[in-house]
């Protein structure tokens, strides 16, 4: 089945580093990638909508220099947390969708960030 | 805009109890409808599907049936086990190839021995 791989599964960084987190679609191409952040006992809040080659779609709230997302490939989207503060840790989780539903929607297995 | 409504957790269930979870939506157009497992420290699985009115998604002794009617998709399994404590979440997506997920506020659900 439609696999997504997500590294690093948890990271710890100093406030003020910028830490990048991969989701890669490993048996197919995925044309759309989404970045949620789940906070502890709740539910996922869709940070942003990326499609192959385009920019991407960020929610309302949601703070595009901060969260830098790139989906150069049709394997490969990156998010990139950038100038870390305390207040950004938090789990974070890739999704993936194909063309034509192909890979329906795949999850990787999420990074968990501490900001010390 | 779209909405997924759940029952609140956590839900503490003796072993081979019976299981139900409460879903409810709204949603402009037809909708396709999801349940997803979480396990501590990890992402999503998904548990099983409904895309259309009267569709019965199922898998593991989970199943849930997409009532129209009613715009619900009740969890429901016969027996759990104690592996089956995790969290579940309930999840729309619209109509289109492209569509992001809306999820429900996840139910967390404890089985104990």
């Known amino acids: 089945g439609a696999v997504v791989s997500q590294h690093p599964s948890r990271v710890i960084c100093k406030s003020g580093t910028s830490v990048k987190i991969e989701c890669r679609s490993l048996d197919f191409q995925a044309t759309t990638m989404f970045w949620y952040r789940q906070f502890p006992k709740q539910s996922l809040m869709l940070m942003a909508t990326?499609?192959?080659?385009?920019?991407?779609?960020?929610e309302q709230g949601v703070e595009k220099d901060k969260f830098l997302i790139n989906h150069a490939s049709l394997t490969l989207s990156t998010l990139t947390v950038t100038s870390a503060h305390p207040e950004d840790s938090s789990f974070y989780i890739c999704?993936?969708?194909?063309?034509?539903?192909?890979?329906?929607?795949?999850f990787g297995s999420g990074t968990r960030l501490t900001v010390v | 805009g779209d909405s997924v409504t759940q029952m609140e957790g956590p839900v503490t269930l003796s072993e081979e109890a019976f299981l139900t979870i409460n879903c409810t939506y709204t949603a402009t157009g037809y909708p396709s409808l999801f349940w997803y497992v979480q396990y501590p420290g990890e992402g999503l699985q998904l548990l099983l599907k409904?895309?259309?009115?009267?569709d019965k998604g199922s898998n593991k002794g989970f199943e849930a049936t997409y009532r129209k009617e009613t715009t619900s998709f009740h969890l429901e399994k016969g027996s759990v086990q104690v592996s089956d404590s995790a969290v579940y979440f309930c999840a729309l997506s619209d109509t289109g190839t492209a569509s992001k997920l809306t999820f429900g506020t996840g139910t967390r659900l404890q089985v104990t021995l």
């Open positions: 409904a895309t259309k009115a009267d």
């Open positions: 990326s499609n192959e080659g385009s920019k991407a779609t960020y």
């Open positions: 999704s993936a969708r194909g063309p034509t539903g192909v890979g329906g929607y795949t």
